[in-house]
């Protein structure tokens, strides 16, 4: 059983257009995260959540809206795609109290 | 505003070799270093961490030494092997939940 799941894997689609990348986590964790890698491989927070509540909030464009509809779930939408959002997005998850954080396999968003 | 500065940004060493990666941080507050090891298509995983109060950890092959009065610490692999091959990060955090920063990463590549 995969800890962190992302969906999807692969992602192809057309500047201007809105798409969605799906997180779930089966540990039992109480804090998810959003992370964005770079093409140089640099590691960004972009969002966290704690029991669906929004506790970390960098400097992301509002076109980025995370959605927690529960406590094993972080959601992240974007609109009105852009060529610079072309990256890898990271889902993670970490037990309350606890810095180990888990990763999923990611996301390889490429923006045409 | 770069918090942990990483380096090298990519080292070759042969089988049976120690690669040594060195990061250095500016905040004081930062009580919790960590080394992530993530392979291509993977996300990162943690690796080994240490607190401040320790001067260095042991993990198997894998070592931190901490110098908290040079605000540095460093990775040590000994006997590296090429499934060793990978990106290494290092990272650094105030508490559980808030944001951990990444430096940029070391590609490591171990030849046989």
């Known amino acids: 059983d995969t800890a962190v799941s992302q969906t999807p894997k692969y992602l192809v689609t057309q500047m201007g257009n809105d798409k969605s990348i799906k997180c779930e986590q089966n540990l039992g964790h109480d804090t998810m995260y959003w992370y964005k890698q770079d093409s140089k491989k640099f590691l960004k927070i972009m969002f966290s959540?704690?029991?669906?509540?929004?506790?970390i909030n960098e400097t992301v464009p509002n076109r980025f809206s995370p959605k927690s509809p529960d406590k094993a779930h972080l959601n992240l939408h974007i609109n009105s795609l852009e060529l610079g959002d072309s990256a890898v997005y990271f889902c993670a998850s970490s037990r309350q109290g606890d810095e180990k954080l888990f990763f999923g396999s990611g996301t390889q968003l490429s923006v045409l | 505003q770069q918090q942990v500065k990483q380096s090298p940004q990519s080292l070759i060493v042969q089988k049976g070799g120690i690669p040594i990666i060195n990061c250095a941080y500016e905040?004081?507050?930062?009580?919790?270093f960590p080394w992530y090891q993530q392979f291509p298509g993977k996300g990162p995983a943690l690796l080994i961490a240490i607190r401040p109060d320790v001067s260095e950890k042991k993990e198997g092959r894998f070592t931190i030494s901490f110098n908290k009065s040079a605000k540095q610490f460093s990775l040590h692999i000994m006997d590296s092997q090429p499934g060793d091959s990978a990106t290494y990060f290092c990272a650094a955090s105030i508490e559980a939940g808030t944001a951990l920063i990444f430096g940029k990463g070391t590609t490591l590549s171990v030849s046989s």
């Open positions: 905040n004081t507050a930062f009580d919790y």
């Open positions: 959540y704690n029991n669906k509540e929004l506790i």
